[in-house]
């Protein structure tokens, strides 16, 4: 009989779910501009650039307005500094350490059922509220290939994270003032606790000249990255590698979007006989027609929590 082999892809919808997280739960994709613009209203308020020239498109599709609008025309420098908010807003969120919140209680039933060993997690989330989780448990988390550290808690960061940033690049900025325009450079981890003040610091040194970004995919049609793509790319095809060889597939709260080859294309390729869905089923109807041994638990975290763990067994 093959091992258990099990591979999770978090979404939105997963860190949006998990409930027991402050200061409130991460806000979903059609809410996030008017979440930035209230937080930073500066950048992305009603006042600034964006909020004049892009908000109701910010609003009605985030994705094609920043793809078809915004990264068309701005340099790539400026969108960098906006997201610099972007980082900083999902800094913020943690569980509330009751540990009630369902990343520690999933991750807690992995492990009491010793099949923690054998899970990949692949993540599309800005936050760190899994690795956070993860943490709390005593768990070390590891970002890079499994044989860095394989005792670890393998988390893949396919679009980025608000934890990744680059080194001092002020030399390197004027390589970024093209629209589109990417630069290879190194991607460091900083510690998911305290995060918000740590990054918080970085970002102000650009009032003594030295500027750090971090490294975010954009949330753009094809979630291209302006700053270490290649790392990116090495995370992404780390995840079609353990997509390809799951057991059991498991997807919570990833809305289907058929812009996001590099998503898409691995659930449809992956050999895994169990491929279990966490979502809404007009979006299931979506996975379900790409693989068909895709199997709805239902439509919220908490509501499909005893069957996802049943299933897993």
Known sequence: MKPTRITFLLGAGASYGAGHTLPTS??????????????????????????????D??????EETFTNEVSRSIPAIDVLEWFCDVARFFAKF???????????????FLKSRDILATATFASLNYDCLFELAALGLGL???????????SALQVLKLHGSSNFITDELSEWRPHLTMPGSFLGCRLNVLSPRNLQKVIEGKFRESIHNYYFYPILSLYAVGKNTHLAPEKIQEFRNAWSQEAAQATHLAIVGVRFNSNDHHITDSV?????????????????AAWHTLNSNCQHLGERFEESFARLCDALL
């Open 26 to 55: 991460p806000p979903l994709g059609n809410t996030l501009y008017d979440a930035l613009a209230r937080e930073y209203p500066n950048n992305w308020g009603p006042n600034s650039m964006i909020g004049r020239r892009y908000a």
């Open 57 to 62: 498109g910010l609003r009605t599709n985030f």
């Open 94 to 108: 943690s569980p509330d350490g009751t540990g009630d919140d369902l990343y520690t209680r999933v991750l807690a």
């Open 140 to 150: 070390n988390v590891n970002y890079f290939a499994r044989d860095d550290d394989p």
């Open 268 to 284: 449809k390729e992956t050999h895994a006989q169990t491929i279990l869905y966490v979502g809404s089923r007009e979006d299931f």
